[in-house]
C-alpha cells in the first residue's frame, strides 16, 4: 500500500483524498485505499496522509486547507476518518467534503452485539497495547532479520515458519511481512548449487521438513527481477534463472513438498497463501 | 496488528471473529482488528483469518463451521468481511453470525460522488497492480535491508530518510515498516561511543542533514529491551543506557536536531510520526 500518491501527472482538475485520524491514520488509510482502487479507472486520486489530527486546531487548519482546494478549483475532496472525537468530526463535515466516518457505521452494531459501548479511545489497534507485546513484536522482526538468506541454521527449530527457495523468489520480503503482520518467527533458506548438486536440503531444514514452504516462481520473471539487480551477469541470465528453478522445483518434488507460485504475486498475497497454508 | 489470536486462555465461552474475504483479507482484517480494540474491555476474542473465499464450496464449508460453532456451545460469531460476491455474501449472511460488511456500506457513496459503478474486483489493493510496482517495492525492501544498522555509509545519498538513535531505540523496525507501507527508501545509523568520543557524525551523515530524524528513548526502557537481548550484559546495564542516551540527546542538539521519543510508542506510531516530520 503506497499511502502517499502525487495525483495525476496529466494534470486536469485533481481530486484529493484525506486519511484522517486522531492517531496513525493506518486503519482510514487501509480502508480508504481498498476502497478506491475500486475506483482507479475513474480517476487518479491525489491521496494525503494526515495522521495525529487530535485537536481542534489542527482540525480547523486541515478543514480550512480542505475549503481551500475547492476555492483553487479542485474537484470535491474526500476524506476517510476514523475519529471518536465529535467536535472535530463535526468540524471536518462541514467542509465541502465528502466526508465518509468508517468507525461510526459499525460501532453501533457490535455495541449492541457485545452488550457494551466502545472505549471510544483512539490508537488501540496500532498504539502500543502493552509492553510485553511490543518487545514480543520486535523480537519477532529481529528474528526475521537475523534468520534472513540462511544465515543461521541453528535457529530453524525456533522458526514457525521456513521458506525455501532460489534466490529472489521472494522469500525476505514476505518473511518480513509475516513478521510484522502475522507475528510469525520467519525464516528462509535460499537453494543454491550447492543444494541442487547434494540433491538434499541441510539437516537442519530436513528437521523441521513440517515448517518448511517451498516458494517458485515463472523463469522469466525471474530474469528480469535478477536484472534489475545485477544486469547482464550471469547470475541474472535465463537459462541460469531457468535452470534453477527447475533444479529447485525437481527438489520440492522429491521433498513432497507442494510449491506456491510468487510469480503473480504482491507480497501480501503471497503472506496471506503461507499463513492459509499453515 | 496480530491477526491470528487464540481466545481467552481462562476458558469460559468463547466468541469467535473472522476476517473474511475474496483475497488477502489484509483490508477486512485492519479494520475488524481496529473496531475490536474498542471493545476489549469486553471480551476476549478469537479471531481467525480467513483469506481466499472465493467459491461456494469454501463459503458453503465456512458457513458450516460457523453455525457448528453455535451448535457448541459458544457466542454469537462476527463475520468482518470484505466481498464483492453476492452468492458468497448471501451464504455467509445466512448463517447465524453477526456479519459486518466493509465495503458495501462505503461503495454507495463513492459510486455517486465519483459518478461510476465500482470495478467489482477483489484483491485490488493488497494484489500486484503492475510488475514494475511490485519491482520497485522490493527494491525499497532491499534497500532497507541493506542499509540497516548503518551498514552502507555510501548509500546515504539515496535514502529518503535516515533515521539515527543508539541501538536498540526502534530504528531497524520503524525502517522496514517506512519501506512496506509508506514506500519509503530507509536507512538508519546507530550512534555508538565512537561518534560520542568524536562528537559529531560520519560525514556520509552530514552531507545528508535534511534526512535525519533522530530517535530517543527513555534509560529504562532501554535498558530493559536489552535485558532481553543480553541480559546481565555491561551493553545493558542502566548506567551505559542513561549514558549513552544522554550522549545521544547532547549530539541532536548540537546537530539542531528535535529527536522523537519512541519510549511508548508502536512501530506503526513511530512510522507516522517520521512520515509527518518529512
Known amino acids: 500500500m503506497k499511502l502517499i500518491h502525487p495525483g495525476d501527472p496529466r494534470g486536469g ?75 472535530i468530526r463535526e468540524c471536518l463535515k462541514a467542509t465541502a467534503c465528502l466526508y465518509l466516518e468508517l468507525f461510526d457505521t459499525f460501532i453501533g452494531p457490535l455495541s449492541k452485539e457485545l452488550g457494551v459501548g466502545p472505549s471510544g479511545k483512539s490508537g488501540l489497534s496500532h498504539g502500543i497495547v502493552n509492553g510485553d507485546s511490543y518487545e514480543h513484536r520486535m523480537s519477532i522482526i529481529n528474528f526475521a532479520m537475523a534468520n534472513d538468506d540462511g544465515a543461521r541454521l541453528d535457529k530453524f527449530s525456533q522458526a514457525d515458519v521456513i521458506l525455501i527457495g532460489v534466490s529472489r523468489s521472494g522469500k525476505t520480503p514476505t518473511c518480513l511481512y509475516m513478521a510484522m503482520h502475522f507475528e510469525l518467527r520467519a525464516a528462509n533458506y535460499p537453494l543454491t548449487e550447492e543444494d541442487f548438486e547434494k540433491g538434499h536440503l541441510p539437516q537442519a531444514l530436513l528437521d523441521n521438513r513440517d515448517k518448511l514452504v517451498a516458494l517458485t516462481i515463472d523463469p522469466f520473471r525471474l530474469h528480469h527481477i535478477r536484472e534489475e539487480r545485477r544486469r547482464g551477469s550471469g547470475y541474472a541470465s535465463l537459462p541460469r534463472c531457468r535452470s534453477e528453478v527447475q533444479q529447485a522445483e525437481q527438489l520440492f518434488r522429491k521433498l513432497g513438498l507442494k510449491p506456491m507460485d510468487t510469480t503473480r504475486q504482491s507480497i501480501e498475497e503471497i503472506s496471506s497463501r503461507v499463513v492459509r497454508s499453515l
Chains 1, 2 share one sequence.
Open 13 to 87: 482538475p485533481q481530486r484529493s483524498v484525506f486519511f484522517v485520524s486522531e492517531s496513525t491514520g493506518i486503519t482510514a488509510a487501509t480502508l480508504g485505499h481498498s476502497l478506491l482502487s475500486q475506483f482507479e479507472q475513474a480517476e487518479a486520486f491525489r491521496t494525503i496522509y494526515m495522521p495525529y489530527i487530535n485537536n481542534m486546531e489542527k482540525a480547523g487548519n486541515l478543514a480550512a486547507r480542505i475549503d481551500g482546494l475547492m476555492v483553487k478549483g479542485e474537484m470535491r475532496p474526500i476524506i476517510f476518518a476514523t475519529m471518536p472525537k465529535t467536535d
